[in-house]
């Protein structure tokens, strides 16, 4: 694991949404399925962002604009520099994962590291059961992705969710839970792995439980602020657990009490 950040160009720069960009970066810090690095602009910050491709030449980084470090990326295009530290934190689990059928559910820019996960899934079929996507945003303009998209819905079992739609086109509406309770889902051999605002995980876990798949089965990708990235500071920490360290992703089982104690605070 390194603290020194090193520079990185940008290749490309795609817009997606008013409001979300896609940079592609080259650098050889790419992290797995799960794991995030910081990015950092000199003179401005750093922030942990995901990579939603999974390949060892470039970074795909799907970026909101929230906030200092996201908005002078914003205005960044490509031949531009950035620094990168990383790879940090724990992915998912492919001794738990692989030779499951896997329930991929993730809305917004919660989508980078299941869509990650989904590359490295393209690259190594053979090692996965049944795979059923689906992921959510507020409406049409808001389809993060979606090149991306048609691809996956010609390989897998997806479903686009969108919270608002009045158009002709063919999309499931209403919030991604909400469309998740009404598929058929097989719970033998199944799990699943949910990104996305914690109560769209919460609700969305709760049709997983109600179907059979049990919290140790069921994997959430959890956001917190974050400062060294590497489990000193200890400003990301949930309870005892460090996002940045023991996470970002955890079985539901093990964060599952540290969050409500958390909210009962
Ligand atoms: C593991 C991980 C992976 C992530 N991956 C992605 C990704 O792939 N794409 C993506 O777009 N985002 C991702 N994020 C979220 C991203 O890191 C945050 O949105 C980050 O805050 C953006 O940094 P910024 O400097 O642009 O915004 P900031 O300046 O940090 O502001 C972001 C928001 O936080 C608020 N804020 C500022 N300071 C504080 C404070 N002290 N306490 C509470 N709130 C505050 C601001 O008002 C604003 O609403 C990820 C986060 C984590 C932890
Ligand atoms: S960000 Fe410092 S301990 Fe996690």
Same mark, same amino acid.
């Given at each position: 694991? $390194?603290?020194?950040?090193?520079e990185a160009k940008i290749i490309s720069v795609k817009k997606y949404a008013e409001d979300v960009k896609l940079f592609k970066v ?21 922030c942990p962002l995901a990579s939603c491709s999974y390949n060892k030449k470039y970074a795909d980084v799907l970026v909101k604009n ?6 002078? !990326? ?9 620094? +990168? /530290?990383?790879?940090? @934190? ?14 991929? #559910? *993730? @809305? @917004? ?10 590359d490295y899934i393209e690259q190594n079929r053979k090692n996965f059961g049944e795979i059923k996507i689906l992921f959510g945003f ?9 090149? /991306? ?9 997806? $479903? ?5 739609? *009045? ?7 209403? !919030? ?28 969305? $876990? ?6 059979? +798949? ?14 060294? *990235? *590497? ?32 909210? #009962?605070?």
């Amino acid at each position: 694991m $390194t603290y020194e950040p090193s520079e990185a160009k940008i290749i490309s720069v795609k817009k997606y949404a008013e409001d979300v960009k896609l940079f592609k970066v080259k650098t050889k810090i790419n992290p797995l399925p799960g794991q995030f690095f910081q990015l950092s602009i000199l003179g401005i910050g750093e922030c942990p962002l995901a990579s939603c491709s999974y390949n060892k030449k470039y970074a795909d980084v799907l970026v909101k604009n929230s906030g200092s470090v996201t908005n002078t !990326l914003f205005n960044l295009k490509k031949g531009d520099g950035v620094f +990168i /530290r990383g790879p940090y @934190g724990r992915g998912y689990n492919f001794k738990e994962i692989e030779g499951k059928n896997l329930v991929l #559910a *993730a @809305g @917004g820019t919660g989508i980078a590291p299941v869509a990650s996960l989904i590359d490295y899934i393209e690259q190594n079929r053979k090692n996965f059961g049944e795979i059923k996507i689906l992921f959510g945003f507020k409406d049409e303009s808001f389809i993060l992705l979606g090149d /991306r998209i048609e691809r996956w819905k010609k390989k897998f079992d997806f $479903t686009l969710c969108l919270d608002k739609y *009045a158009g002709k086109l063919k999309y499931e509406v209403g !919030l991604l839970p909400d469309i998740l309770k009404k598929k058929k889902i097989n719970s033998e051999n199944t799990c699943g792995v949910l990104c996305g605002p914690e109560i769209m995980m919460k609700s969305a $876990t709760a049709k997983l439980n109600s179907v059979g +798949i049990k919290n140790d089965k069921i994997y959430w990708n959890m956001e917190r602020r974050m400062e060294c *990235a *590497a489990g000193s500071c200890g400003r990301c920490l949930i309870q005892d657990l460090y996002t940045c360290k023991d996470g970002p992703v955890f079985r539901y089982d093990i964060i599952k009490e540290k969050l409500e104690n958390e909210s #009962a605070k």
